[in-house]
C-alpha cells in the first residue's frame, strides 16, 4: 500500500513539476477583459487565451470539451469569481485534470479577492430575487480603478509563478497603469458630462461603470437580475423614465435589441448598445479602448 | 488595520522595558530607526493605496463557508399522464412525483471530491442515486472514481433524468439499459487526451455487474463470482469544434457482463432452487450530438440534434448445470437494435421545440420492433425550473398504437449547478 502512495505522491509531484526556463506561462481566463489586461502585464513571457467572448453572456458560457483541453495546459486560470461562471467552470476544472489550476492550486486565481465589491445582498437571499449573486456584483472590470487592481494582482502571479520575470511585469504593470492613468485624464470632459445623467441599463452588469463614471441609473430593463423583463415591469419602467427624464438604455450587445427598441419609442430615449467586454465590438480589443469607447459613446448619447 | 498595527508596533517598541536601561544615545538611535522604519511603511502603504490596492485583499470578511459544509441541493420531478386511454405510468397514476433528489457534494480533502446522490421515490422509496469518490490529484489528465455513477455508455445515460432534453429517456436506453438508466457499482478511470488535436476522452469501468440483481431470479451462482462475470464498460469520446458557433461529438461505447436470464420453469439442483442461467450480454453503442449556438445571440437561439444506436448482442449461457438443458432457457437467444433521432429548436429565450423518433427491437416482446414519433413544447421560468408538455405515437408492430399526453415539472433548489453540456 505504502509503495503505491509513494508511486502516486512521485507521480503526482512530477507532473506538476515547475516550469522549464524560458517557457512561457499560459495563462487562461474566463474573459477577455482579464486576458486583455493579462497580455499587457505578461508581455511576451507569457500566452494568455479567454475562454469567453466580449459579444458573448459570461454568464452563459457553454462547458466545451475543447475549453477543457486548455485548461488542461494552463498555469494560470483566472477569473471573475462571485459566482459569475458557476453555471460552466466547474465542469471545466474537473475536467481538465490540473492539480496548479484547482481549488488551492498556484494557478487559481479568484481576481475578485483584490476587489471592494459592490451590491453585496444583505439579510436573506434566495432566487426569488432572481439570478442574484450573493457574494456580490461581478461585472467590476468596467471600473479603472478595478483595472489597475487586476493588473497588479497578475504582477504579483507572474512573478511568483515566474520569478524571472518580476521586472518586466512590474514595468509592464506600471506602462499599464501610466497608460490608463492617462486616458482617464482624457476622459474628463466626457465623466463630467455623465455625471448625473439618469439612464436604464439592461442589467446590473453596469452598475460599477455607474460607479465611475457617475451616471445614474434609474431603472434596469430586468426586473430582476437574469429575469427576462415583463410587459408590466416594462409599463413601471417606462413611467420611471418619463419622470426622471432618462433618455438613454445602455445595453449589451447579447440582450434581444428589440424590447430596449419598444421601450425607447415609448419614451423618446436612445438604445445605446455598449459592448461590456474587450472584443465585445469588433476594433474594441484593448481594455483601455473599452473604457474610452464606452465612456465616449454614453457622453455623446447624454449630451 | 495594517497602519494600525504598524503603530502598535511603534508604540510597543517606545515602550519597551530593555531600552530604557540602554544608553540614551543608543536608545535614541532605536527609536529614531523605529520611527524611520514606520514612515517608510506607511509611505509604502499610501503608495499601494494609491495605484488601486495591489493585491491586498480589502475585503475583510472571513470564509464564506467556514463551517466547511457540503452543497447541498435538491431536485424534484413531478409527473403529469393525460393519455386519452389511461395513465401510461407504472403505477397507474395520473399525477406523481417521478422522483425526489437530493445532493450533498464536497471536497473531502485536497486529493478527493464527494458526490452522494439519494432517490426518493413512490416506486422505489429511499436509495442510493449515486454516491462516489472522485480523485481530483491524479497526473496524466486522469480522472478516478470509486462508487456508484451513471454507467458512461452512450449520450443519454450519461444524463440524469430531469435533465433531459425529453421528459423520458429513449426507448432504446430504457429497454436496453433500464427505465431510469443504468447505473453500477465499481471503479470508473477515465484520461483526456489529443494527439490528433481534437478532444478526446477514454473512460474505462469496471463494476460489480450490469444492472441491478433482478430479485425473482436465482442463478447457480452469483454473476460476479468469476472475474469474468463483473461488469466492464468502455467509453471513447471524440469532440470537434466546428465552428465558433458548432460543435460535433461522435462517441462510441461498448458493456459487457454476465447476466441473470430465466428458465422455461424453476428447477432444484442440490437442493437450491434455480430459476435463472447466466448469460453474457454485450451492448455496442455509438452516438452523435451536433450543437449549434451562436455566441452572441445565445440567449435566445440554439439547436441541438442527437442520435443513438446501440446492439444488444445476447449469448447462450455458457454452461448450464445439470440436468438443465438449452431447451430450459428461455432468455434471449437473438440480438437486438435500436436508436432513436432528437433534434430541439429554441425559438426564445425560455422556449423551446423538440421531437424525437425512436425505433427499437424490443427484448421484451422478444424483438417486436417498437416505433414512436413524439414533439414536446419545453418552457423554462429560469435555470432552476422547467416545464415539459409532451405528446407521442408509439406502436408495437401487429400491436397497434399508443397516443400519450405527458406534462412534466421539474425544479432545483440550492446551490447554482453546472449547465451540463
Known amino acids: 500500500m505504502s509503495r503505491v502512495l509513494s508511486l502516486a505522491l512521485l507521480l503526482a509531484a512530477t507532473a506538476s513539476s515547475p516550469r522549464s526556463a524560458g517557457a512561457q506561462l499560459r495563462v487562461v481566463t474566463s474573459t477577455t477583459d482579464l486576458s486583455n489586461i493579462a497580455r499587457q502585464v505578461g508581455g511576451t513571457r507569457i500566452v494568455t487565451r479567454s475562454i469567453g467572448q466580449g459579444y458573448q453572456d459570461p454568464h452563459f458560457i457553454e462547458a466545451k470539451p475543447s475549453f477543457v483541453l486548455e485548461l488542461a495546459k494552463a498555469d494560470v486560470w483566472a477569473f471573475v469569481g462571485l459566482d459569475l461562471e458557476i453555471g460552466w467552470m466547474p465542469l471545466l476544472i474537473d475536467g481538465a485534470r490540473n492539480a496548479k489550476i484547482r481549488p488551492g492550486g498556484a494557478g ?61 511585469y512590474t514595468a509592464n504593470a506600471k506602462a499599464f497603469e501610466a497608460r490608463l492613468g492617462a486616458a482617464e485624464q482624457a476622459w474628463a470632459a466626457d465623466l463630467a458630462a455623465i455625471k448625473g445623467k439618469p439612464v436604464v441599463a439592461w442589467h446590473t452588469s453596469w452598475r460599477y461603470f455607474a460607479e465611475f463614471t457617475g451616471m445614474n441609473i434609474v431603472g434596469f430593463m430586468e426586473p430582476k437580475p437574469g429575469v427576462p423583463p415583463s410587459p408590466a415591469h416594462l409599463a413601471g419602467l417606462i413611467q420611471t423614465m418619463k419622470r426622471t427624464g432618462a433618455k438613454v438604455i445602455v445595453m449589451e450587445p447579447f440582450y434581444d435589441r428589440k424590447t430596449a427598441d419598444f421601450v425607447a419609442s415609448k419614451t423618446g430615449a436612445t438604445v445605446l448598445v455598449l459592448p461590456p467586454s474587450v472584443g465585445g465590438k469588433k476594433g474594441i480589443d484593448d481594455y483601455i479602448d473599452l473604457m474610452k469607447y464606452d465612456i465616449s459613446q454614453l457622453a455623446a448619447a447624454v449630451r | 488595520m495594517r497602519t494600525l498595527i504598524i503603530a502598535m508596533m511603534v508604540a510597543v517598541h517606545g515602550v519597551q522595558p530593555a531600552a530604557a536601561q540602554r544608553p540614551d544615545s543608543t536608545r535614541a538611535d532605536s527609536l529614531a530607526r523605529a520611527r524611520a522604519d514606520s514612515i517608510r511603511i506607511v509611505r509604502e502603504l499610501e503608495a499601494m493605496a494609491a495605484r488601486g490596492g495591489a493585491t491586498q485583499a480589502p475585503r475583510q470578511a472571513g470564509a464564506s463557508n467556514p463551517r466547511m459544509l457540503p452543497d447541498i441541493s435538491a431536485v424534484g420531478d413531478l409527473i403529469g399522464d393525460l393519455s386519452p386511454k389511461g395513465s401510461t405510468q ?39 442515486e449515486q454516491a462516489f ?289
Open chain 1, 108 to 168: 487559481y486565481v479568484d481576481v475578485s479577492k483584490v476587489i471592494p465589491v459592490i451590491d453585496i445582498p444583505s439579510g436573506n437571499v434566495d432566487r426569488s430575487q432572481g439570478d442574484v449573486h450573493a457574494l456580490g456584483n461581478p461585472h467590476y472590470w468596467l471600473d479603472p480603478a478595478n483595472g489597475r487592481r487586476i493588473a497588479w494582482l497578475f504582477r504579483d502571479k507572474f512573478t511568483q509563478l515566474d520569478p524571472n520575470g518580476a521586472t518586466t
Open chain 2, 90 to 128: 407504472e403505477d397507474g397514476s395520473r399525477f406523481g412525483v417521478r422522483e425526489l433528489e437530493l445532493a450533498l457534494q464536497a471536497a473531502v480533502d485536497p486529493y478527493f471530491r464527494g458526490d452522494l446522490f439519494l432517490g426518493f421515490s413512490d416506486a422505489e422509496g429511499v436509495h442510493i
Open chain 2, 133 to 421: 469518490l472522485t480523485a481530483t490529484a491524479l497526473p496524466w489528465r486522469l480522472e478516478a472514481r470509486l462508487g456508484r455513477f451513471l454507467t458512461p455508455f452512450g449520450k443519454q445515460n450519461t444524463t440524469h433524468r430531469h435533465d433531459l432534453h425529453t421528459v423520458e429517456h429513449s426507448y432504446v436506453v430504457q429497454r436496453f439499459l433500464g427505465e431510469e438508466g443504468l447505473k453500477n457499482t465499481g471503479v470508473y478511470l477515465a484520461r483526456v487526451f489529443s494527439p490528433l488535436g481534437f478532444y478526446q476522452e477514454l473512460i474505462l469501468t469496471v463494476v460489480d455487474r450490469i444492472g441491478e440483481a433482478p430479485e425473482d431470479l436465482v442463478a447457480e451462482e452469483p454473476a460476479n463470482k468469476k472475474l469474468s462475470g463483473l461488469g466492464y464498460s468502455a467509453r471513447l469520446r471524440n469532440y470537434w469544434d466546428l465552428s465558433e458557433a458548432s460543435n460535433l461529438e461522435i462517441s462510441a461505447s461498448a458493456m459487457t457482463g454476465r447476466k441473470e436470464q430465466p428458465l422455461t420453469q424453476p428447477v432444484s439442483v442440490d437442493d437450491q432452487v434455480i430459476s435463472a442461467a447466466l448469460a453474457r450480454q454485450t451492448t455496442l453503442g455509438v452516438d452523435l450530438t451536433f450543437r449549434w449556438r451562436p455566441l452572441q445571440q445565445g440567449l435566445y437561439r440554439s439547436f441541438i440534434l442527437q442520435g443513438e444506436f446501440m446492439r444488444q448482442l445476447n449469448r447462450d449461457p455458457a454452461d448450464l448445470p445439470p440436468p438443465l438443458d438449452l431447451v430450459d432457457y428461455a432468455g434471449p437467444r437473438r440480438d437486438f437494435s435500436g436508436g432513436y433521432l432528437f433534434a430541439r429548436y429554441q425559438v426564445s429565450r425560455r422556449t423551446f421545440l423538440g421531437g424525437r423518433y425512436d425505433w427499437v427491437q424490443d427484448p421484451e416482446t422478444e424483438g417486436v420492433s417498437l416505433t414512436a414519433g413524439s414533439g414536446l413544447l419545453e418552457f423554462f421560468p429560469s435555470e432552476f425550473s422547467k416545464l415539459v408538455a409532451s405528446v407521442e405515437r408509439r406502436s408495437l408492430k401487429g400491436f397497434g398504437g399508443t397516443t400519450r399526453f405527458l406534462l412534466q415539472a421539474s425544479f432545483a433548489v440550492g446551490p447554482h449547478k453546472p449547465h451540463p453540456f
